[in-house]
């Protein structure tokens, strides 16, 4: 028996690119690779491999897996000699049970991290021109040195010649993001020329770094990538700093970059955090409300500040109720929290926050905004537009205020109002399925294009297993569907094994019946943008998912009730669930 977390970890850190490439001749295709396929004929390649989700698919015949699928496919191995041989690969041993199992390496990356972050500090001491650089942005030695900042030399291979000697120790810098491979197989220094923050998790441990460039570089900002320590749609930067500063945080500020928390920091608002590259999602809002009620979100005061403004709102209203407060603050034009706080000092910049209006108001004032309020359809159209937002928001008494307020701003009452966006609510669900349609509805499904909920989610969670992290499993409760058991335990999977990836996922359901359709599922493409926000796009599945059954439950008691009776509790459920 090899122990299920050793083949986990082998698959998260196996490179499918290596095993696969010295064995078939790929090309490089954006953030994929191609290759004519070895188990059909072609000339053309439709062979895809993808490095991130360590997944192979070939369009043309249909052939997919993981890199142990392809050694017992290729090589025909059987699955313990693939094991054996991914793990000779990669030099460890296998382990026959529980009690010598290695050590997860985790620790390793994060020394190599911590020691790569001593070495830029080390170079920032050296290099005048970062520092009268940082001087003139207003940073002082004592803020260098409580956010770690450092400088990576304007060299191709400073950080791979220091720390990447070995094989092993370039594929520990390959593995953090610090260097790239190229196409021939040698490395380069990710991060050149530029000044460097590091990027800490809760317990301070560097897990990725940011780069601001020094000169007139592109890009102007440059983050490690997602690696198996740094996930952006979680991190904060400057939550840790935060915490470090502060006995209590009563309040966070969040803001775009990492110029701004370190530039707020250096006029002693120490409780600004940063987003990394992403939008804010619902994770980081998580994160945010388990550390405070009181959020206050400062963008620049462009076009680019407003729409990441309402993005935030957006992820933010699924968590919005009583006793949380929530404001948006937009500073004057051309300035960000990092100009405006140098140009006029920490009081301004307190004032500004201070002032910074309320959610609701954020949301009503856009939306008015987008319509003529003097007219009848322009009024029902603000209605329009406010239905799925405030369908977002959970029952309670924040959200009859702010419903409300809406119904001041339209000239309705706020019941009629509520019933009109109750009535939305109803229209936009799907009808529940006929069983006896089921089949051909799938067929049609899979040529619209527009699968079912459980088929997306399941493709979702493949493609992003970290977006299921924080998933509650408990909303499929009474949700009887075909899938949902697999549904299930997939998300339960990823909960436990954080760090599991497509691949690992795959593996894991190797040998199992409900498991042998997950490898289609994970090579249906699925959006690749950064911004994409695969976490949100899950939580809607599921709801659909526990609203059907929550209609199918209805519709069988009223059944129920016409042919028979209905006990006590379930005139009770019924009520509820009305
Ligand atoms: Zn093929």
Redesign the pocket.
Same mark, same amino acid.
């Given at each position: 028996m090899i122990p299920q977390d050793f083949i986990d970890d082998l698959i998260s850190r196996a490179d499918i690119i290596e095993v696969l490439g010295r064995r078939i001749q790929l090309k490089k295709a954006g953030r994929e690779f191609k290759a004519c396929?070895? #188990?059909?004929d072609?000339k053309t390649p439709? #062979?895809t491999v993808s490095p991130s989700k360590g997944f192979y698919h070939? #369009?043309?015949?249909?052939?997919h897996g993981t890199a142990i699928g392809f050694l017992m496919e290729f090589d025909h191995m059987s699955f313990v000699e693939a094991i054996e041989a991914l793990a000779s690969m990669m030099g460890v041993d296998v382990p026959r049970d529980e009690s010598d199992r290695p050590a997860r390496r985790y620790d390793e990356l994060f020394s190599l991290m911590g020691s790569v972050e001593k070495h830029w500090q080390a170079c920032l001491r050296d290099n005048a021109s970062a520092v009268d650089y940082l001087k003139q942005r207003g940073i002082d030695g004592a803020t260098a040195k409580r956010f770690g900042i450092g400088y990576a030399p304007d060299s191709w291979s400073d950080v791979l010649d220091k720390f990447g000697k070995t094989s092993e120790a370039a594929e520990r810098l390959l593995a953090t993001g610090l260097v790239i491979r190229k196409d021939n197989g040698k490395h380069y220094d990710r991060f050149r020329d530029r000044i460097m923050f590091p990027i800490r998790d809760a317990r301070g441990r560097t897990i990725g770094f940011g780069g601001r460039a020094l000169g007139d570089g592109e890009p102007k900002y440059l983050n490690s990538p997602e690696t198996v320590l740094f996930h952006k749609g979680r991190e904060l930067y400057g939550l840790y700093e935060a915490r470090q500063a502060l006995r209590q945080i009563d309040q966070l500020v969040v803001v775009e970059g990492y110029m701004d928390v370190v530039a707020l920091s250096r006029h002693g608002i120490d409780f600004s955090i940063a987003t990394l590259g992403t939008a804010t999602t619902s994770d980081h809002l998580d994160r945010i409300f388990r550390l405070t009620d009181n959020v206050v979100f400062s963008f620049d005061g462009d076009r680019a500040g407003k729409a990441a403004a309402w993005r935030a709102l957006e992820n933010a209203l699924p968590q919005v109720r009583e006793g949380r407060q929530i404001r948006f603050v937009f500073l004057p034009e051309k300035h960000d929290p990092d100009s405006y706080v140098n140009e006029y000092g920490s009081d301004a910049f307190m004032q500004a926050i201070d002032e910074g209006i309320a959610l609701s108001d954020f949301l009503i004032g856009e939306l008015s905004s987008q319509v003529d309020m003097t007219t009848i359809d322009g009024k029902a159209r603000l209605a329009e537009l406010a239905k799925p937002l405030v369908n977002n928001i959970p029952p309670g008494v924040y959200r009859e205020l702010l419903i409300e307020s809406l119904a001041d701003t339209v000239g309705l009452s706020a019941a009629k109002l509520e019933r009109m966006l109750g009535h939305a609510t109803e229209k936009q669900s799907r009808p529940a399925p006929n069983p006896a349609n089921e089949g051909k509805r799938r067929r049609r499904e899979s040529t619209s294009g527009r699968p079912s909920a459980v088929r997306r989610a399941i493709t979702l969670l493949l493609n992003y297993p970290e977006s299921g992290h924080k998933l509650d499993v408990e909303m499929l409760a009474g949700v009887n569907r075909p899938g949902v058991d697999l549904l299930r335990d997939l998300i339960e999977t990823v909960q436990t094994e954080p760090n599991i990836t497509t691949a690992g996922l795959l593996e894991r359901w190797r040998h199992d019946d409900k498991g042998r359709h997950l490898g289609k599922l994970a090579a249906i493409e699925v959006p690749a943008e950064e911004d994409f926000d695969a976490s949100a796009e899950l939580v809607a599945c599921l709801e659909q998912l526990a609203a059907a059954g929550r209609r199918e439950r209805i519709e069988f008691l009223i059944e129920k009730q016409r042919l028979s009776s209905l006990t006590d509790e379930e005139k009770a459920e019924i009520r509820a669930l009305r």
């Open positions: 396929c070895p #188990f059909h072609e439709s #062979f070939c #369009f043309g015949c249909g052939a």
